[in-house]
């Protein structure tokens, strides 16, 4: 029998992707997303697909959601609040966009367990560790934030709550979870609106206008391909003895984001010019940054037998054909 599968978020970049690869492996898939961030272009010729159910709902709406998870196996929360030009713009959604849905979402998986069990994947953020020092990170390093004046951390903040609140339903509920933390996650149909820097490097490209590095862009970032991602964490779900584990998911090459744009306009051909911009000239006087964002993959890797098989070049040209295409 197919399994039944919810995904919150689904329009979105990377619920889009998983969505499809769900499907196409036989899966009955729901989802659900307010489109606040993703966009039914995403999914708009899955519409069509007998086995795919969409709602264009806030997940936050515990009715809607109970009605949805009731018959479901597996859940992949990836709803929430995204990218650094969000936070900062819009912290008050952030917070409680983040909590909120992950409150609501547990309320409902822990009625859905006393019946039949479900495995949730949480979706998680390399945020979490806010501005530890170290150069790679561990899942069970310090989580060390800044000021709560600093803006730029209630993101991570909210995503930590969000992790304990999965763990204490785990610990207390006997809920089936597995945390996942993304690393700078790249691809097609990924949009730069949010402040992602790799869509917003091509799309620049592609019209030959300066692609805008912040401060001294020797920043360095990590970048693991969409597909390598979905792949990760549906077997990350079809385990059954990972529960209330955390996993860094993520490339261990780290890359300058000045490097990342030669290598942009490189690649695509493209006549553009590196400008340079003082982050707190976009995002605010209470913005910090991170020197290094490199994950510790170990673990993960200990833990499943894939292992990713696309390189950030890959994801340059898929992101070219993406934009060429709208």
């Known amino acids: 029998m197919s399994k039944t599968v919810l995904i919150t978020g689904a329009a979105g970049f990377i619920g889009s992707h998983l969505t499809r690869s769900l499907l196409a492996d036989g899966a009955n898939v729901i989802g659900i997303d307010n489109e606040s961030t993703g ?3 995403n999914i708009a010729e899955l519409l069509d ?32 609040a995204v990218g650094v030009a969000l936070v900062a713009a819009d912290p008050v959604r952030t917070i409680q966009t983040n909590i909120d849905l992950t409150q609501t979402l547990l309320r409902v998986l822990e009625r859905r367990n006393r019946v039949r069990p479900v495995k949730l994947y949480f979706a998680s953020t390399s945020e979490v560790y806010g501005r530890n020092p170290a150069r790679i990170w561990s899942e069970d390093d310090e989580l060390v934030y800044g000021p709560t004046t600093i ?4 993101y991570g903040l909210s995503k930590a709550i969000d992790e304990h609140l ?18 700078n996650v790249v691809g097609a149909r990924q949009t730069g609106q949010y402040g992602m820097v790799l869509p917003r490097f091509v799309s620049a490209a592609l ?6 590095v912040f401060d001294d862009g020797a920043q360095r970032r990590c ?8 792949k990760i964490i549906r077997e990350l779900v ?10 860094n998911i993520g490339s261990s090459e780290s890359i300058s984001i000045l490097d990342l744009a ?3 306009i490189a690649q695509t051909g493209s006549k553009s010019t590196i400008e340079f911009l003082p982050s707190t000239a976009v995002y605010g006087e209470n913005f910090e940054d991170c020197r290094w964002r490199t994950p510790d993959v170990s673990k993960l890797f200990s833990a499943i037998e894939y292992r990713p098989q696309f390189s950030l070049s890959d994801a340059i040209s898929d992101i070219v054909e993406s934009i060429s295409n709208e």
Do not use: M
Not at 166 to 183: D, E, T
Not at 223 to 230: E, G, L, N, Q
């Open 39 to 41: 966009r039914r272009e």
């Open 49 to 80: 697909n007998s086995n795919f159910q969409y709602v264009c709902s806030d997940a936050g709406d515990e009715s809607v959601l109970s009605d949805l998870a009731s018959d479901v196996d597996e859940v992949y929360h990836l709803a929430a």
């Open 151 to 154: 803006g730029r951390w209630s």
């Open 166 to 183: 999965v763990l204490a339903y785990v610990r207390q509920f006997g809920l089936s979870a597995v945390i996942g933390r993304f690393f």
């Open 207 to 212: 019209k030959n206008a300066p692609l805008t």
């Open 223 to 230: 970048f693991i391909h969409v597909s390598d991602v979905v």
């Open 238 to 247: 079809s385990k059954s003895d990972n529960s209330g584990q955390i996993y």
């Open 262 to 264: 030669k290598k942009v």
